[in-house]
């Protein structure tokens, strides 16, 4: 990308040192970018709320395609990621026993979260409509719907490359359980969010959501 600049490439092992990596972001993102990799796309996730300014230079940078997932029952996002703060699970193969946790949540943290969440989206998108850049936004709860091909085929053909079948993951959904199931203070949550536009993501499973947060 005509944005970075050419620096010496760092040893795999500097590279996969997460805490050389989180004191030295604009090193490692021009690193990625200049590696001689014989695939044909070369990417990462990157999450909102860490390195704005990395983000920010990500965004004005045209030569990046940009998928954004956003996921809308952003309550369940926020207890996955407390429980993975205790148990230390961030992700899970299949092979792999969970370890079962019920959390006591705070719920004042847990509202701002979700606003901070839809608040940070609302911005980007904002940000890359602003810029006319052509990027894909997908739900991550529609990933799981019956559209679930249109939107593996769309993926495909956003980034130009052949469309794949049969698609699996080695990873299982590490929280399946009800909010109830998963939260001590569930009594409280359900107050704070009685009547509120948040209220929807305490109940039921949150595939069988819609973008607009109704029941399918």
Same mark, same amino acid.
């Given at each position: 990308?005509?944005?970075?600049?050419?620096?010496?490439?760092?040893?795999?092992?500097?590279?996969?040192?997460?805490?050389?990596? $989180?004191?030295?972001?604009?090193? *490692?993102?021009?690193?990625?970018? =200049?590696? $001689?990799?014989? /695939?044909?796309?070369?990417?990462?996730?990157?999450?909102? *709320?860490?390195? =704005?300014? !990395?983000? @920010?230079?990500?965004?004005?940078?045209?030569? !990046?395609?940009?998928?954004?997932?956003?996921?809308? @029952?952003?309550?369940?996002?926020?207890?996955?990621?407390?429980?993975?703060?205790?148990?230390?699970?961030?992700?899970?193969?299949?092979?792999?026993?969970?370890?079962?946790?019920?959390?006591?949540? =705070?719920?004042?943290?847990?509202?701002?979260?979700?606003?901070?969440?839809?608040? !940070? %989206?609302?911005?980007?998108?904002?940000?890359?409509?602003?810029?006319?850049?052509? %990027?894909?936004?997908?739900?991550? /709860?529609?990933?799981?719907?019956?559209?679930?091909?249109?939107?593996?085929? =769309?993926? *495909?053909?956003?980034?130009?490359?052949?469309?794949?079948? @049969?698609?699996?993951? &080695?990873?299982?959904?590490?929280?399946?359980?009800?909010?109830?199931?998963?939260? /001590?203070?569930?009594?409280?949550?359900?107050?704070?969010?009685?009547?509120? /536009?948040?209220?929807?993501?305490?109940?039921?499973?949150?595939? &069988?959501?819609?973008?607009?947060?109704?029941?399918?």
């Amino acid at each position: 990308s005509a944005v970075y600049s050419n620096p010496p490439l760092y040893p795999q092992e500097t590279m996969h040192n997460v805490e050389w990596r $989180d004191e030295n972001a604009y090193e *490692f993102l021009e690193n990625v970018w =200049n590696q $001689d990799r014989p /695939e044909k796309l070369l990417g990462f996730k990157m999450p909102l *709320f860490s390195h =704005n300014n !990395v983000l @920010n230079l990500l965004v004005q940078d045209e030569s !990046v395609a940009k998928i954004v997932l956003q996921r809308k @029952n952003v309550l369940r996002l926020y207890i996955s990621q407390q429980i993975a703060l205790q148990t230390r699970q961030w992700y899970l193969p299949t092979e792999v026993q969970r370890n079962k946790t019920k959390l006591r949540l =705070n719920v004042k943290d847990a509202v701002q979260f979700i606003q901070k969440y839809n608040r !940070v %989206y609302t911005d980007l998108l904002s940000q890359l409509d602003q810029s006319n850049q052509s %990027y894909l936004h997908i739900i991550f /709860e529609e990933m799981f719907s019956s559209a679930q091909d249109d939107y593996l085929e =769309n993926v *495909f053909t956003f980034l130009g490359v052949e469309p794949q079948q @049969n698609i699996t993951s &080695k990873l299982i959904k590490q929280n399946p359980e009800s909010v109830r199931d998963l939260v /001590e203070n569930s009594d409280e949550l359900e107050n704070a969010l009685k009547n509120t /536009e948040m209220e929807w993501m305490l109940h039921g499973d949150e595939y &069988k959501f819609n973008q607009a947060g109704v029941a399918a």
